[in-house]
T-cell receptor
Framework: KNEVEQSPQNLTAQEGEFITINCSYS?????LHWLQQHPGGGIVSLFM???GKKKHGRLIATINIQEKHSSLHITASHPRDSAVYIC???????????FGEGTQLTVNP | NAGVTQTPKFQVLKTGQSMTLQCAQD?????MYWYRQDPGMGLRLIYY???????DKGEVPNGYNVSRLNKREFSLRLESAAPSQTSVYFC???????????????FGQGTRLTVV
C-alpha cells in the first residue's frame, strides 16, 4: 500500500519568504498531484507531475522519481497563499489517488 | 466552465435520516470519485466510477451507496446516517487517458455534512 507523507504539517511564514513543502511516497507511481485547499473548502489542482519540474507563476513543483520525493515551492509568498496544500499520488495500476494529510500554510503580512 | 458542481454545500442530518449528495461535471470526463475528508487524515476514497455504468468501492464504502446516473452525474447516498459520517465530502472527476495514466483531477467545492 502506498503511503504518502507530507512535511511540515504546519508552516507559518512572513510575506515575501520562500516556502518549501515536501512530499514522500513509498511505491512507484505514474503521476503526482499538488492540490490547494482554500479555507472555504474548495480544492484546486495546482500541478500534475510525472517527472522533472513545472512552474506556474510563483509556484514551482519538482519530483524525483528515483527518490520518491516531490517538493512544492512558493517564491515571494503572500497572505493569499495561505491554504492547505495536499500532495496526492496516482497509482500505476489505475486511476486512484492516495492523499497526504496536507500542510497548513499561513503567510502573515 | 462550471467544472465539478456539488450540492448541497452544507447539511445537518439526524441519526438515521437519509440523503443524497449530488455531483455533476461538464468536462466530459469518464471517471468520477467521491471522497471524504476528516481532521488528521488525508482524503479517503469512498466510491469511484471509472466510466459510465460502472462503480467500484474505495477505501471506506460502508454506509454509502452511489449511482452513476449518466456520464455527467455521480451521486452519493447515505441510507441511514450515523455520527461517524460527519465529514466533508468531495466529488472529483478526471479524464482517463489511453496511454500512461496522465490524469488531472478536478474537485468540487465540498459538502460539509454533520450528523447529530
Amino acid at each position: 500500500k502506498n503511503e504518502v507523507e507530507q512535511s511540515p504539517q504546519n508552516l507559518t511564514a512572513q510575506e515575501g519568504e520562500f516556502i518549501t513543502i515536501n512530499c514522500s511516497y513509498s511505491v512507484g507511481i505514474s503521476a503526482l498531484h499538488w492540490l490547494q485547499q482554500h479555507p472555504g473548502g474548495g480544492i484546486v489542482s495546482l500541478f500534475m507531475l510525472s517527472s522533472g519540474k513545472k512552474k506556474h507563476g510563483r509556484l514551482i513543483a519538482t519530483i524525483n522519481i528515483q527518490e520518491k520525493h516531490s517538493s512544492l515551492h512558493i517564491t515571494a509568498s503572500h497572505p493569499r497563499d495561505s491554504a492547505v496544500y495536499i500532495c496526492a499520488t496516482q497509482e500505476t495500476s489505475g486511476s486512484r489517488l492516495t492523499f497526504g494529510e496536507g500542510t497548513q500554510l499561513t503567510v502573515n503580512p | 466552465n462550471a467544472g465539478v458542481t456539488q450540492t448541497p454545500k452544507f447539511q445537518v442530518l439526524k441519526t438515521g435520516q437519509s440523503m443524497t449528495l449530488q455531483c455533476a461535471q461538464d468536462m466530459n470526463h469518464n471517471s468520477m470519485y467521491w471522497y471524504r475528508q476528516d481532521p488528521g487524515m488525508g482524503l479517503r476514497l469512498i466510491y469511484y466510477s471509472a466510466s459510465e455504468g460502472t462503480t467500484d468501492k474505495g477505501e471506506v464504502p460502508n454506509g454509502y451507496n452511489v449511482s452513476r446516473l449518466n456520464k455527467r452525474e455521480f451521486s452519493l447516498r447515505l441510507e441511514s446516517a450515523a455520527p461517524s459520517q460527519t465529514s466533508v465530502y468531495f466529488c472529483a472527476s478526471s479524464e482517463r487517458g489511453q496511454w500512461l495514466y496522465r490524469l488531472e483531477a478536478f474537485f468540487g467545492q465540498g459538502t460539509r455534512l454533520t450528523v447529530v
